[in-house]
């Protein structure tokens, strides 16, 4: 069952398709370091009393607490 429809949905794939390898591995360090200055402008507007280290810190014992130690 669709929750929601994703009328580009193909499109998007289509567009994963037709990049290189070498195209979709950029794509994900770009997604990855996104998602990371994300994070940390989320820190910083919830925790605008602490300093630039402490956010770092922060940032860092949270992404600890994500990591798979499964292997």
Known sequence: MEIKPRPNHSIYIQTLRNM???QRLQKAFELSAFT???????LRKR???????????ICL???DKCH????
């Not at 990371?36 to 989320?42: H, P, S, T």
């Not at 798979?68 to 292997?71: I, K, L, P, Q, S």
Request: proline share 4%; aromatic share 10%; no cysteine.
């Open 47 to 57: 925790f605008s009393d602490k300093t630039e280290a402490e956010i770092k810190a």
């Open 61 to 63: 014992e949270r992404t």
């Open 36 to 42: 990371k200055d994300l994070f940390l402008q989320g």
């Open 20 to 22: 290189t390898p070498e």
């Open 68 to 71: 798979n130690r499964n292997y």
